[in-house]
């Protein structure tokens, strides 16, 4: 038996592999306003954060302000990229069928992209009534307001859940909550994760046996 009463899934990265698309689009984008970076510099200043926090970025890079229709252009191609390409994280959806205790996805995007991207990869039935946007409480991780609102909701105490990230900013979040956090390193190339996760883990198919732990 598990000694978590429920798990909290951070989404891009962890349930949808969205993290090279949404990436693309952001380094397209900046690079048209002169940013000069690539993807890998995206995933290492980008992954996690705050749109707000990765525009500041890019705006102190180029060093002027950003076009003004920066961000409804982001959210129109990555939103298009993500209708064609986006795919479920390989071998959530057995997870998911599987955990034996409550779970629900608490992420840094907005709602509307969380049920996208979900919809998108047929894990949209598993999350209904169980969404937690940032942007509905306009707290970004690392505060962790996010995971807070997340277990409230579900009747746990942050002590009584684990929370699922696959991002440096992420951990700190529910670190900073009071949570353990299993850090997913599929594509942690930097090993940022296991300096400070609960655990680590780099294939969804031994997510089950470190929640029997």
Known sequence: MSKYKCVIFDCDGVLVDSEPLSNQVMV???NQSGASI???YAYNNFKGNSLQNCVKQITELIGKDI????ESEYRKQSFEKFKNEIQPIEGIK???NHLEIPFCVASSGPENKIKL?????GLLPYFESKIFSCYTIQKWKPDPAVFIWASKTMGFKPEECVV???SPIG???AINGGFDVFGYTAHDYL???KVNATNTFDSMIKLSDLLEC
Not at 67 to 70: M, R, T
Not at 117 to 121: S, Y
């Open 94 to 96: 057995d997870v998911l």
């Open 171 to 173: 951990v700190e979040a």
């Open 117 to 121: 991207n979900l919809e998108l990869t």
């Open 38 to 40: 690539n993807l890998d």
């Open 67 to 70: 076009p003004f229709d920066f």
């Open 164 to 166: 699922v990230e696959d």
């Open 191 to 193: 090993e940022e994760l």
């Open 28 to 30: 397209d984008l900046a």
